[in-house]
C-alpha cells in the first residue's frame, strides 16, 4: 500500500473486525455457506467504495500485477504472469486457446460432452478455460485434470458443488482462479477420462474441494472455499512448486493438509507458499498443517480458529511471517502453533518461526529451531509486508465481482 494511504489503516481494521461474526441463520434457512461468503464480501466492497479504496497499490503484488485494467477480459492470460512464491513459474493455460464452457452438466465422466468444464480440463493442449455464464457444476466424479490448464472464473459466478470437486493428479502447469468450491463429497468406484486417449478405474476419493497429488507448479488463487468432506485444499504425495493465494476460507474442520503423512518421506522436498489468504468464520484447525517440507506462511489474515491456526508433525519447516492472528475467545485455544506427534525435546528442534506476526486477543506462537539454518532460508518464497497492511491487503480475498469494462471487485 501506497504510504498516502496509511491513514485509512484504521478504518479497514475496524472494518474487518467488525464482519468476524456474521449473523449466518439470517442468511437462509437452509445453511448454506456460500450466502455467508456473498453476504459479507457486498458488504465490505460497498464500505470499501465509500471510503474511495481501489485495488491498485493495496502492497499485494498478485492483484497490483493485474487488477487495476479494467480491460482485464482482453488480457486474461495476463494473470499467468502474476504469480508469486513457489508456485510462480505456473504457466496454466497461457499462450493456449480459449476454451468457453456452455454447460454445467457433467453426464458420462467417460465420454465428456464438449462445452462442458470435464470435456475442456482432460484435453492435451494447452487451454485457457473460461465461462459464458453463472452456473453451478456439481460432478458425478471428481475432475480430473490434465497439464497446463487455467480455469478461470472471472466475468461469472461460477459453483463447484455438491459433488466431487478438483483433483490435480501427476501433472504440472495448473491455475485455479475465481471459483466457489464448496459442499464437495466423496466420490468413485466408477471410470473417470484424464486425457482424450485414456480413462481408468478410481476409488473412493476423500471429498477434499482442491487435492493436489503428485504435481507440481500449482497456483489457487481468488477462490472461495468452504463446507467440504475432508480437506479444503490438500497437498500430498511429492508435490511441490505451489502457491495458494488470495482465497477467502470458511465453515470447516481441517482446512488444509501439506505432506501426505509423516512416513511419506518424498514429501522432504515440498515448498509451498500460503499468501494474502482470509482464515474466516467458522475454521477449527490446519491454517495449514504440515509435514517434512518447506513452508511461507506470509501476510494472511486469521480471524477464526477453534482449536489451532498452524501445525504439524515430522519437522516441517514453518516461517510464518507478517500475518495477523486474531484469537478465539475461548482462553484454551489462544495458542496459534500446535507440534504434533513427537516429544517437546523432538519438536523444540523444529524450524519453526515467526517474524512480524500481529498477534491479537491473547494469541501466541511457540517458535522453535534455530531459525538461521539452511533449511530455514529455503522456506522463504517472497518478501513480506507489514502485518498491520493485512486487514487491507485480504480485504477482497476469495472469488471477485468481475464484469467487462471494469475492474474486477
Given amino acids: ?29 437452509v445453511h448454506d455457506p456460500e450466502l455467508v461468503v456473498q453476504d459479507v464480501h457486498r458488504s465490505i466492497n460497498g464500505s470499501r467504495r465509500n471510503l474511495g479504496y481501489f485495488s491498485c497499490g493495496t502492497g499485494n503484488p498478485i492483484d497490483d500485477c493485474w487488477r487495476c485494467d479494467p480491460n482485464w477480459e482482453r488480457n486474461r492470460q495476463r494473470l499467468a504472469d502474476c504469480a508469486i512464491g513457489f508456485g510462480k513459474d505456473a504457466l496454466g ?16 465422466p467417460v465420454n465428456p460432452k464438449p462445452g462442458t468444464l470435464r470435456h475442456a480440463v482432460i484435453q492435451d493442449e494447452p487451454l485457457w478455460i473460461i465461462f459464458k455464464r453463472d452456473m453451478v457444476i456439481t460432478l458425478k466424479q471428481e475432475l480430473v485434470m490434465n497439464s497446463f490448464k ?21 501433472v504440472s502447469n495448473i491455475i485455479i482462479h475465481g471459483i466457489h468450491i464448496h459442499d464437495c463429497k466423496p466420490t ?28 507440481k507448479h500449482i497456483w ?9 468432506h475432508d480437506g479444503l485444499i490438500d497437498v500430498i504425495h511429492g508435490s511441490t512448486a505451489i502457491t495458494i493465494s488470495n482465497n477467502y476460507m470458511t465453515h470447516h474442520d481441517k482446512v488444509m493438509l501439506l505432506g501426505h503423512s509423516d512416513s511419506y518421506t518424498q514429501d522432504k522436498d515440498m515448498q509451498v507458499t500460503v499468501a494474502f489468504n482470509h482464515f474466516g468464520e467458522g475454521l477449527v484447525q490446519r491454517m495449514p498443517r504440515c509435514r517434512h517440507g518447506y513452508f511461507h506462511v506470509v501476510n494472511n489474515d ?20 507478517g500475518n495477523r492472528f486474531v484469537a478465539p475467545n475461548n482462553r484454551f485455544s489462544k495458542e496459534i502453533t500446535k507440534h ?32 538461521a539454518s539452511s533449511t530455514y ?3 522463504s518464497s517472497l518478501s513480506a509486508r507489514p502485518s498491520s497492511l493485512v486487514a487491507s491487503i485480504t480485504l477482497t480475498s476469495g472469488a471477485l465481482n468481475c464484469r467487462k469494462g471494469s475492474r474486477c471487485s
Wanted: proline fraction near 3%; hydrophobic fraction near 35%; glycine fraction near 12%.
Fill in 1 to 29: 500500500m501506497a504510504i498516502a494511504k496509511m491513514a485509512h489503516l484504521s478504518c479497514f481494521l475496524l472494518l474487518a473486525l467488525s464482519f468476524l461474526t456474521p449473523n449466518i441463520a439470517s442468511s437462509s434457512a
Fill in 93 to 108: 493455460g497461457r499462450n493456449g486457446r480459449i476454451y468457453i464452457v456452455t454447460d454445467s452438466g457433467d453426464d458420462d
Fill in 150 to 170: 487455467t480455469i478461470d472464473g472471472r466475468g461469472a459466478s461460477v459453483h463447484i458443488a455438491g459433488g466431487g470437486c478438483i483433483t490435480i493428479h501427476y
Fill in 188 to 215: 468413485g468406484h466408477g471410470y473417470i477420462r484424464d486425457s482424450p486417449s485414456h480413462y481408468g478405474w478410481w476409488t473412493i476419493s476423500d471429498g477434499d474441494g482442491v487435492s493436489i497429488f503428485n504435481s
Fill in 220 to 228: 489457487v488463487d481468488h477462490c472461495s472455499l468452504s463446507n467440504c
Fill in 302 to 321: 486469521y480471524t477464526h480458529w477453534e482449536m489451532y491456526a498452524i501445525g504439524g508433525s515430522a519437522n516441517p519447516t514453518i516461517n510464518s511471517e
Fill in 340 to 371: 504434533e506427534d513427537a516429544p517437546k525435546n523432538e519438536w523444540m528442534q523444529w524450524n519453526w518461526r515467526s517474524e512480524g506476526d500481529m498477534l491479537l486477543n491473547g494469541a501466541y506462537f511457540i517458535q522453535s529451531g534455530k531459525g
Fill in 377 to 379: 532460508s529455503r522456506a
